[in-house]
């Protein structure tokens, strides 16, 4: 089993960045990607980002592209999410989870997950 704990989120104006980190603990030889999901208010929970374990191959919805690193220290077991210009859209609570199959995007892939961290863009 892998355990995944979240923390950076907060409260950030339109424009400006934050950046979220995951660590990882446990089984981590079994995953083979970690990535980044979000879900806002009253919405599904959608695909942000994800990074191959190994190596440095990265994924990235459309909606972030530009704007979103994600990025790993494999030493620390710690994914990080460079969120740049934000955006009130971008309010929601990040999760990262590990995927030890060979989607990036689906969520049926992805084994476990953390707790969460909260972002709030303000316009």
């Known amino acids: 089993q892998v355990q995944l704990v979240e923390s950076g989120g907060g409260l950030v104006q339109a424009g400006g960045s934050l950046r979220v980190s995951c660590a990882a603990s446990g089984r981590t030889s079994s995953i083979s990607r970690m990535g980044w999901f979000r879900q806002a208010p009253g919405k599904e929970r959608e695909f942000v980002a994800a990074i191959r374990w190994s190596g440095s191959s990265a994924f990235y919805a459309d909606v972030v592209k530009g704007r979103f690193t994600i990025s790993k220290d494999s030493v620390k077991n710690t994914v990080y999410l460079q969120m740049n210009s934000l955006k009130p859209e971008d309010t929601a609570v990040y999760y990262c989870?590990?995927?030890?199959?060979?989607?990036?995007?689906?969520?049926?892939?992805?084994?476990?997950w953390g707790q969460g961290t909260q972002v709030t863009v303000s316009s």
């Open positions: 989870s590990v995927n030890s199959g060979s989607s990036w995007t689906n969520q049926d892939e992805y084994d476990a």
